[in-house]
Each structure stands twice: as structure tokens, then as C-alpha cells.
């Protein structure tokens, strides 16, 4: 069912030798908007892992859309040298290179000198997102811009890449001018459909004009921005036909989603809520109508679904993006009939889309080596060693198959009949279950090694004797705790203990949210869908605050339509019969809340001092092994610490010159 996805196909000029491509995305690894050599390595980390084409991150060309220092830059020939190195790095594959360009529009956020910015858009209608104020871009502005578009792709061809995508899409600033909800100008550039193209079709026919005939033009397009007052699809399909007559076009890339709203927005990064490949409708909607091969991402996170796609004609090229930043080595995996070593990417958006929002290098909960690549090369200095592992969360099990992975003689220990810690309750939240794909994964990692597994099995010292290790990870996890209050009358249970299935609720719930996360959230749906009345008191100024922005906004939606009522800056007090009691923590007023049978506490819980006796033995002078803590054992936080602690640790065990890595 596989073979399509390596067959290869034309882009214009541009042979590319499968189906298989890497869609553009900031990766927060540029530096001052050039190429570095952490950008490099992360692209060529994909092109060995057998991707057709890679198309590079949004890159900024003109000094009206303020970036970032860590975006990249092509409003300068200074970006050419890097590009050019970029490119021969990934033509070792046999991997086409081309570059997006790139310009926001009104979607911006910050400034250089942290004043607000002075952006333009098609006219000043702001949007519900970035609440700043458009200045209406004058003509010359447009003029300016188009030309830029073309020197800009003009360097990018003289670097050597194959391609040039132009991003007219997502809400940014070519969607500002096509759709009519923001486009409110009256001179050529507003009003009917054919004004509303024309930035398009003149940066287009500029942009072809100065890359030349022999390298391939692009545009990325999106068919339903799912804002409710986005461009209707027929009118885009519309728009695609008339850039097809004009030309200078060689493919369509279709996407879902807009950043100018909060539901378009989720769409641009769909978390895992969003059916998988969900897309693909929309690209053979436009596939029907337009001649040129039409290309499409969006949740694409398995090899079976991306095959799908193409055999039943709905596009001809499939897009991974997240699929790659966990898996870069997918498309290799495919072709050579290891689909079961694929680590899918679960939609968490934690490290990959969270690192970019927070202006942080992109990476993945599930591998830490994306965004690293360089940081962390292959060891060859490394000599056998006998490791034992205590826990089998995410944190152990990544420490464990790391460690067997570099020819240690490993055994992990997990006190429980079945592996995954923590993520066992992660993934019984509502819409959730897609995070257990990380102990799937881990799994599978750890059945490729020959870690000995011993389950609802405990170390003491008999146990310790018998092994005889070299060095131990502790990786015991953490243990729920209820916060400190004055409680009489009323049952307060931890989240941990609700989400289990212990503990029996009453009808009429509060829940005291101090961590902000994913458990006061999940809990709130859960029991909200179990016909309980929730109401979320959050200790911070917007419920779940600590985790990444539209993985909230879609989950929020969810509780309001369940009628889940919210209060923020509330932390609990204490409670006393059917009262709750919360203090407001900017006044320190008293929220008081009647009528509740039950509280469920999202305390943060405690790092597990299960093992602590080890470290104990380990500080001794004469101590027979080295010892390291990880993940939540050392300080509760998040799958993305327990697995990059985990790999860190496992990966300098016996390493000749080093020092063993770890929280
Ligand atoms: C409801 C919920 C939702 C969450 N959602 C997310 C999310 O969406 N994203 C995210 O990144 N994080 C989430 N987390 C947090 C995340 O699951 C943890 O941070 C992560 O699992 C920590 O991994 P770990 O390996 O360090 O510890 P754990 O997952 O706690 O694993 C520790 C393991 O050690 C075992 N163990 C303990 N003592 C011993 C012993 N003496 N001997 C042998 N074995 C022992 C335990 O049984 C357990 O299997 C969530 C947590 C919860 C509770
Ligand atoms: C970290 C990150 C940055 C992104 N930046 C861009 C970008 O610069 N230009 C763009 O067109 N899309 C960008 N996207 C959207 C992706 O190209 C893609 O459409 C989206 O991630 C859905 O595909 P996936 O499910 O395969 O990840 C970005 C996505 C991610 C995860
Ligand atoms: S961090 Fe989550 S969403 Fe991002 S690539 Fe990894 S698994 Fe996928």
C-alpha cells in the first residue's frame, strides 16, 4: 500500500524523488535571520531520514513585518551562504530544498524595542487574536512589497534552492487581501474578487519572473480557514483556477486553519483533538478543479493515512511537519517495511509548537535530539556497562532503551504491573488518549533492545546484590498530594485519585486548580461529561495556563459547550461542610462556594523519595555505582524533562571522557 509514496514526481522544473515532504515551519534555530549551523543539521537530519522535499521555514523579507531574530531573513543577500550550505547538506540525500516567503500582515505580536507595533493589513480591521490595530497598507507599500517578494526569491534560487513558496494563506497577510471580511479598500487592490487577487497574481508573476523558468513557484493556500468569516472555499478554488491560468505556477499546497481567530487558529497547529489527516478532503476538493499537483498537510501522523491520501487520489504529495520533528528517519522507516519503529507524533504541540511561541528552539516530548542535533551526535567512546533502571515512566523507559541502545547490559524495574507512569491517567482524560501513543512508542523502542523488563517488581537490596550495577537511574516518578487546608465535613480527593477510578464524586464538584495544566482541564471534562455540575477554580489569571495556548483554547471551548463554569486568580482555603472556600489572589477576598459534595484538588504532586535510600548508599566514598535522578522523581514537571532527562542520562553511562548527564 506504500509504493506510491515513493514515486517520484515533477514540481514545475523540480523532480522530486518521492511523495514524501517536509512542510514549511519555523524551528526558532536561525540566529540574527541567518542560516546556522543547528539549521542545518536539523534539516539534514530529515533529508537522511528520507524526505522528497524540504520546504524551509516562513522566511521574513521586508522590514514592514517585524521577526524575530531566530526567523529567517531574505530581505538580505547576507542569507544566501547559509541557504547554500543548507541546500548541499540535504542534496546528499537526493532532498529538493525550497523556501517560503513569508509577511504576517497584521498577525504580529511583538517589536523590536517592545513598543507596540505599527502593522499593516489590507485595511484597519483588526483581528481577535493579535488585538493590534492594522494601518491600512498604502499602495507604494504594495508595490514595495511585491518587488521584495521577487529579490527575495531571486536569492533564495541564487543559494541554490530549488523553489520559492509564496504563503497566501492562514490568515497572513496575502489572506488579509483576498478575503472580504478584512479587505475593506476601494482602489484596485479591494472590492471584487479580481482587485482582491491582484497583490497575489502580480507577486506571483514578479516572483516567476525573477527565479526564472528552470526552479519551481508555489503558492500555500487555505480552503477553509475555519474562522466563520474566512474566504469560502469555493471562492479559493476559484482563486487557484485563474493563478492556474495565469502561468507561473507549478503547485497548489493546501492547509487548514488562520491565525487571525482563536477556532482558525487551532487549525494552524492542530493539536490532537483534530481527526487525523483531516485535510485531505479539502485538497481533493481543489485537486478536482486545478490541473497542477496539489500538495497537503495537517495531521498527517501515519504512514497508512499518508498512503491513503495518494492512492485514493485526493493529492500528490502528503506533508509531515510534527511526524518529523518526532520521526525524522519516517519516510526511511516506510520504505524499508519498518512502519511499527515509526514514532508517531501524538498532536501534544508541547515542544515543537510551545518551544516556537515561547521563542525557544523547536524539539519534541518524544525525541529530544530534534532541535539538538548537533549537541547530540552519536557516541562511539563508550564502554559496557551494567545499568539498572527504577521506574518505568516515560523518563525510564527512554533511559532504559538509550542505554541498551548504546550496548549497555540494562534492566528496568517498575513497581506496577504495566509500563507508562504518569501517562497512564494523562491518557484516560477526554480526547486524550492519543497520549498514550508515547509508551506505544516507547515500547516499540524498547523491544528493539534487549532491556530486561521487570514488572510489579520493587529493588532492596537483595536485588541491588544480585545485579551488581554500574550505575543506576532513578526515575520513580512522583506521588499526588492534597495542598495544606483547613478541611472539615467535605471530601477532598486528588485529581490522580478521580481520574483512576478510586474515588468515588458527588454530584456537585469543585475542583482547586493550582497547576494550571492538563489535569484540571481533563478532570473538569471528564466529570462534566459524566453528568456532574464543575465548576474550575484556577489559581492563575487564565484556566490552564502552563501548557501550550491552543491545545487550551480548543480544550476551553469543550468545557463551555459541557457548561463548566470558570474562576481564575482563585486559590483554595479550605472547606467545611458543603462550603468551599478560595481566596482571591490579587484582593485576598473570600470566594465562597456553596453547595459543593466534593473537591478535587490538582495540587502539583511530590517528586517519589521511593529510592531515596540508593542515594543514600551512592554518596558513601566507597560507593559501588554512579547514581542519577530524572524526570519527576527529581522535580515533578512534564514527559518532555522525563524523556530528555532520561536520554541525557542513559547516553553518557560509560562514556570514556564524560560525566553522567542528567536533570
Ligand atoms: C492527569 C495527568 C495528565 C498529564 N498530562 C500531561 C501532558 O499532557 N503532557 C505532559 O508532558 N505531561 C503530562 N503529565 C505529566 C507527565 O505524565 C509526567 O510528568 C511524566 O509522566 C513523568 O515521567 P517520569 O517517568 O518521570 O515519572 P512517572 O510517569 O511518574 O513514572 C514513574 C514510574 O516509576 C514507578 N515507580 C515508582 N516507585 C517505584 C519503585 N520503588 N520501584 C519501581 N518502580 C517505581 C511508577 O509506578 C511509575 O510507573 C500529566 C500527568 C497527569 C497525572
Ligand atoms: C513549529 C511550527 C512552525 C510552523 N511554521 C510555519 C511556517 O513558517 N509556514 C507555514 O506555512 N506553516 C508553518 N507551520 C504549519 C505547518 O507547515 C503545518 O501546516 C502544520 O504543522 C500541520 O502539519 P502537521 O500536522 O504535519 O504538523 C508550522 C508548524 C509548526 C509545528
Ligand atoms: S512535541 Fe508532540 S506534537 Fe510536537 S512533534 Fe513531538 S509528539 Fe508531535
Redesign the pocket.
Known sequence: MYEKLFEPIHLGPTEIRNRIFNPPHGTTLGSRGLVSDELIAYHEARAKGGAGLIILEGMAFHPSFCFPSAYLNAGHDDIIPGLTKLKAACAAYDTAVFGQLFHAGRSVRSSHDGSRPQVYSASDTPDDRYRIVPVAMPIEVIFEIIESYASAGRRLVEAGLDGVEILASQGYLMGQFLNPAVNRRDDEFGGSLENRMRFLVETLAHTRRAIGSEKTLGVRITLDEQTGAGVAKEETVKICQVLEQDGHLDYFSVISGSSASHNGWIHVFPPMAIPPAYVADDAATLKAKVTKPVLVAGRINQAQSAAEILNQGQADMVGLVRALIADPEFPNKVAQNRVDEIRACIG?N?ACVGHRLSHHPISC?QNPITGRELEFRPHTDVTKQRVLV????????KAAATAAAQGHDVTL????AR????????E??PG?SE?GGVITNLSAELEKTAVEVCLS???DKRVLETLDPDAIII????V?RLPEAEVDGTDVLT??AV?SGEAQVGQHVAIADWSS???GL??AHMLALAGHQVHLFSGTSSCAEA?PPLVRDQWMGELYRLNVDTTCYARFFGAQDNTAFFQHTITGDAIVFEGVDTIVSCYP?RA?D??AWLADLSNGRDSPFVIKT?????A????????LE?FKAARTIGKLDGQFEGG
Open positions: 501534544c508541547q516530548i527504577i521506574g518505568g515512566g516515560p523518563g525510564g523507559m524495574y517498575e513497581k506496577e509500563l507508562g507512569g504518569q501517562v497512564r491517567l494523562a484516560a482524560l486524550r497520549f517488581s520493587t529493588v526515575s520513580t516518578g512522583a499526588a485529581a490522580w481520574i495544566d492538563w489535569t481533563g478532570v501548557i504532586p517519589n521511593d529510592a530524572i524526570g519527576d522523581a527529581l515533578p514537571r512534564t514527559v518532555e524533562e522525563a524523556v532520561g
